[in-house]
């Protein structure tokens, strides 16, 4: 049974992230279990990404299975809570669970990407000097792109076409901001996540200061 119900989750996340929406609306319920598998999966689909881009070292890839997820779920968790502050002060059209319904869904599709480049991060982070840190750090950036896109897609679609709703929009920005801004330094606290040194190693300091 249990089985059967992991399935049908990841079967509903897969809809969601590619059309958007599902046949059917969800009960509050089903709308929270499907929020919780969606941060749990996101979670292991980023720690197939960490092991790909540790895979120079064992040590390091082995590390990377819980950091990288770590980093994410902090991220997520220090941006939430000014998410829904925002949300109370633009007066948007939107409940609390629902903006973070689809700011876990479209986390999953995020990580969705990070596992289904880790296969080349790996690949080139073995056979190619010049092309494995800039493709592992460009699989990142059209991850964080993709859920952004998501993130805006699903609030869209949940306050439809009620008066008020570009306010729904202020949330998602600041959610996304933020999230930007924690991601960053955590991943700077968890550093070595690749085995070279970057600008983006250092955080905030590293890629803005002089």
């Keep these: 049974m249990e089985t059967t119900s992991t399935s049908s989750q990841l079967s509903q996340l897969m809809t969601l992230t590619c059309r958007g929406e599902l046949a059917q609306p969800m009960t509050r319920a089903n709308e929270t279990a499907l929020t919780i598998a969606a941060l ?3 979670l292991f689909l ?8 540790g895979s120079s070292s064992a040590a390091m890839a082995l590390a990377n299975a819980y950091k990288v997820p770590m980093v994410i779920l902090l991220s997520a968790l220090a ?3 000014a998410g829904l502050v925002a949300l109370r002060f633009a007066n948007a059209r939107l409940a609390a669970r629902e903006l973070i319904s689809a700011f876990m869904t479209s ?5 969705l990407v990070l596992a289904t480049l880790a296969p080349l991060v790996a ?3 073995h056979t190619s000097s010049k092309a494995g840190v800039p493709l592992a750090l460009g699989s990142v950036f059209v991850s964080l792109a ?3 896109l998501l993130f805006g897609r699903a609030v869209k679609r949940k306050v439809g076409s009620a008066p008020g709703r570009s306010s729904s929009l202020v949330p998602v920005v600041i959610l996304v901001a933020l999230f930007s ?3 960053m330094q955590f991943v ?3 550093a070595p996540i690749i085995g070279t040194v970057t600008q983006w190693s250092g955080g905030f300091d590293s890629v803005f200061g002089r």
């Excluded at 980023?46 to 881009?53: M, R, T």
């Excluded at 986390?107 to 990580?111: A, I, K, P, S």
């Design 40 to 42: 749990v999966a996101g």
């Design 46 to 53: 980023s720690s197939l990404w960490g092991i790909a881009a």
């Design 79 to 81: 941006a939430l809570p």
């Design 107 to 111: 986390l999953f599709g995020g990580t």
């Design 123 to 125: 690949v080139y982070y």
């Design 146 to 148: 993709t859920a952004t």
């Design 181 to 183: 801004a924690a991601l």
């Design 188 to 190: 700077a606290l968890a």
